[in-house]
T-cell receptor, first 112, second 113 residues
């Protein structure tokens, strides 16, 4: 158990819908990262937050957005969902912006 | 963008054998990390390497940060059935205000008892 929690574990929804994925970092960690894992693209970095501020951005679609709240939990919002958005979404956390990252168990999103 | 080439893609070995896998990049990384992922689970950090040339062990696992900072390898000695899984290398690049991990494609390890 890495100490990073993610909810929900599984999410099934329809195209065009909007979903919110939630992540709580390890106790004491200030930085949160989001990654997408799909069969064809592998593990891809989406975005990083540190203490509430966006710090790094990957190839995150405009339909996706994230934020980190004062209690340090983070949410990833996915809107106008397409079939190709079906993937595993992982959250990771680290104590500092450049420290080693610990991953949560992931949320499996299925878009029908 | 940066890409990590990880090899081999898959390995089938007998219990007790040693395993070696590696990653190469066209770009320099500040940190190399190795993760293991079981089906349906998140990646679990095995080893982190911070300096070029660094050799680090974690039990039966040994990893090295290449001196060019563009490669890393992972060795597993005396493999056991619970070593089965997908192993990923990841390079960490520090940016102006943050960082990101770039992952290799993974090595699927199968250990036959």
């Amino acid at each position: 158990d890495s100490g990073v929690t993610q909810t929900p574990k599984h999410l099934i929804t329809a195209t065009g819908q909007r979903v919110t994925l939630r992540c709580s970092p390890r106790s004491g960690d200030l930085s949160v990262y989001w990654y997408q894992q799909s069969l064809d693209q592998g593990l891809q970095f989406l975005i990083q937050y540190y203490n509430g501020e966006e710090r790094a951005k990957g190839n995150i679609l405009e339909r996706f957005s994230a934020q980190q709240f004062p209690d340090l939990h983070s949410e990833l919002n996915l809107s106008s969902l397409e079939l190709g958005d079906s993937a595993l979404y992982f959250c990771a956390s680290s104590v500092a912006t450049t420290a080693e990252q610990f991953f949560g168990p992931g949320t499996r999103l299925t878009v029908l | 963008g940066q890409q990590l080439n990880q090899s081999p893609q898959s390995m089938f070995i007998q219990e007790g054998e040693d395993v070696s896998m590696n990653c190469t990049s066209s770009s320099i990384f500040n940190t190399w990390l190795w993760y293991k992922q079981d089906p349906g689970e998140g990646p679990v950090l095995l080893i982190a390497l911070y300096k070029a040339g660094e050799l680090t062990s974690n039990g039966r696992l040994t990893a090295q940060f290449g001196i060019t900072r563009k490669d890393s390898f992972l060795n597993i000695s005396a493999s056991i059935p619970s070593d089965v899984g997908i192993y990923f290398c990841a390079g960490q690049l520090r940016e102006t205000s943050g960082s990101r991990l770039t992952f290799g494609e993974g090595t699927q390890l199968t250990v036959n008892p």
